[in-house]
């Protein structure tokens, strides 16, 4: 194992912080697989898995059982995780720019068509080394101004390579589920499996940028782009990469964290990067994928109290009561109702909304919504 510092450009003077990666197996040895928590810095479960992760990547280093490289980011968000408020954590967005820590990433593909297309050729191994490299390229050519920036540039300096892109987070209050773009469901499907998924949210470039979607997206785009020209230089998805909701804020515990562990090391060795001496049996899903369009989001039309009568996990039908909200000034009752089908996958940790304010998320089969289909 090796454990790597990388300073951040220091925002202001005396405040200089550090993001701190641990590296296992051998760089091209194999398949390359990135694991980050926390990039939302309250969100915490991510962390403690991590924690637990990390022993068992050690104990499997040092038997050589890794044929590839595991990159391990337990803690993705130093400048998050130092901010607070009022005695209350500001890990999703960063104070100086109002901007969230995982959106705004580069379009890869935007940056580097021009460059790789007119390069690629009939031997696909090359095309991916190609797309690396200019992905690289376009790193070393960045020059970060700001902090928030320099975390961006890092956390992409750590996975641009990587063939799996795994992104912990978590909801508010929540079931385990998952966000993934479409090409790389595939790949990924079988981890869902493994981590128990009780909603897997599938889209084609949700909006937005967020991180995973920048070392997916640029796959994808370009073989669009290579389609679109009648160009018949074959491009695999070269990274699958997913963001994983760990549960709800509240749901840090070591039963849950170990886990979490044992389902991610489980996956890498059903993926070759770890080996074993029996392949581990993928087990039966707990739910079919549904598009991140037809997750619809619940919102209160007025302010008050919210009492709610429906659980995270619990499968619903339209027009099934998912809350009230309480005025206890007027004495009145707002029933909020869902209007599809699909599970109650995620609500709102505060019992108390402001007119028009999001309660809770449920996924259902059919896509409705278009444009950018995730929240702030």
């Given at each position: 194992?090796?454990?790597?510092?990388?300073?951040?450009?220091?925002?202001?003077?005396?405040?200089?912080?550090?993001?701190?990666?641990?590296?296992?197996?051998?760089?091209?040895?194999?398949?390359?697989?990135?694991?980050?928590?926390?990039?939302?810095?309250?969100?915490?479960?991510?962390?403690?898995?991590?924690?637990?992760?990390?022993?068992?990547?050690?104990?499997?280093?040092?038997?050589?059982?890794?044929?590839?490289?595991?990159?391990?980011?337990?803690?993705?968000?130093?400048?998050?995780?130092?901010?607070?408020?009022?005695?209350?954590?500001?890990?999703?967005?960063?104070?100086?720019?109002?901007?969230n820590f995982n959106r705004h990433y580069p379009?890869?593909?935007?940056?580097?068509?021009?460059q790789v297309i007119p390069a690629l050729g009939?031997?696909?191994?090359?095309?991916?080394?190609?797309?690396?490299?200019?992905?690289?390229?376009?790193?070393?050519?960045?020059?970060?101004?700001?902090?928030?920036?320099?975390?961006?540039?890092?956390?992409?300096?750590?996975?641009?390579?990587?063939?799996?892109?795994?992104?912990?987070?978590?909801?508010?209050?929540?079931?385990?589920?998952?966000?993934?773009?479409?090409?790389?469901?595939?790949?990924?499907?079988?981890?869902?499996?493994?981590?128990?998924?009780?909603?897997?949210?599938?889209?084609?470039?949700?909006?937005?940028?967020?991180?995973?979607?920048?070392?997916?997206?640029?796959?994808?785009?370009?073989?669009?782009?290579?389609?679109?020209?009648?160009?018949?230089?074959?491009?695999?998805?070269?990274?699958?990469?997913?963001?994983?909701?760990?549960?709800?804020?509240?749901?840090?515990?070591?039963?849950?964290?170990?886990?979490?562990?044992?389902?991610?090391?489980?996956?890498?060795?059903?993926?070759?990067?770890?080996?074993?001496?029996?392949?581990?049996?993928?087990?039966?899903?707990?739910?079919?994928?549904?598009?991140?369009?037809?997750?619809?989001?619940?919102?209160?039309?007025?302010?008050?109290?919210?009492?709610?009568?429906?659980?995270?996990?619990?499968?619903?039908?339209?027009?099934?009561?998912?809350?009230?909200?309480?005025?206890?000034?007027?004495?009145?009752?707002?029933?909020?109702?869902?209007?599809?089908?699909?599970?109650?996958?995620a609500r709102i940790r505060d019992r108390y909304?402001?007119?028009?304010?999001?309660?809770?998320?449920?996924?259902?089969?059919?896509?409705?919504?278009?444009?950018?289909?995730?929240?702030?």
């Amino acid at each position: 194992m090796q454990r790597i510092n990388h300073a951040l450009l220091c925002q202001s003077l005396g405040s200089r912080k550090s993001l701190t990666s641990f590296h296992f197996g051998t760089p091209g040895s194999g398949p390359k697989v990135t694991i980050q928590a926390s990039l939302h810095a309250e969100e915490l479960p991510g962390m403690l898995a991590a924690y637990h992760l990390r022993p068992l990547l050690e104990a499997a280093d040092a038997a050589g059982f890794i044929q590839g490289e595991v990159v391990l980011v337990p803690v993705a968000n130093p400048i998050g995780l130092s901010q607070r408020l009022d005695h209350k954590p500001m890990g999703r967005f960063e104070l100086d720019t109002s901007e969230n820590f995982n959106r705004h990433y580069p379009d890869f593909a935007k940056e580097i068509a021009a460059q790789v297309i007119p390069a690629l050729g009939a031997d696909a191994k090359h095309n991916v080394h190609l797309v690396r490299a200019a992905m690289g390229d376009h790193l070393k050519q960045w020059n970060p101004q700001t902090e928030l920036q320099s975390l961006r540039h890092t956390l992409l300096s750590l996975a641009f390579d990587a063939d799996y892109f795994l992104d912990l987070h978590c909801d508010c209050e929540g079931v385990l589920h998952f966000y993934c773009e479409e090409p790389c469901w595939e790949k990924l499907e079988p981890l869902s499996r493994f981590l128990e998924s009780q909603a897997s949210l599938l889209a084609k470039n949700s909006g937005s940028g967020p991180i995973d979607e920048c070392l997916s997206g640029v796959w994808w785009r370009l073989a669009e782009t290579l389609k679109a020209q009648n160009n018949p230089a074959p491009l695999p998805q070269g990274c699958c990469s997913t963001t994983i909701e760990l549960r709800g804020e509240l749901d840090v515990t070591h039963a849950n964290a170990s886990t979490d562990a044992q389902a991610i090391v489980y996956f890498l060795q059903y993926i070759g990067v770890l080996l074993s001496e029996q392949q581990p049996v993928v087990p039966a899903p707990l739910c079919q994928p549904t598009p991140l369009a037809g997750s619809e989001t619940l919102r209160s039309g007025v302010p008050g109290v919210i009492v709610f009568a429906s659980q995270p996990g619990q499968t619903l039908k339209a027009g099934d009561l998912v809350a009230e909200v309480i005025d206890p000034v007027e004495n009145t009752v707002h029933r909020v109702c869902t209007s599809v089908n699909g599970v109650f996958y995620a609500r709102i940790r505060d019992r108390y909304t402001t007119a028009g304010g999001e309660i809770g998320k449920v996924a259902s089969a059919t896509a409705f919504r278009s444009g950018e289909l995730l929240g702030a």
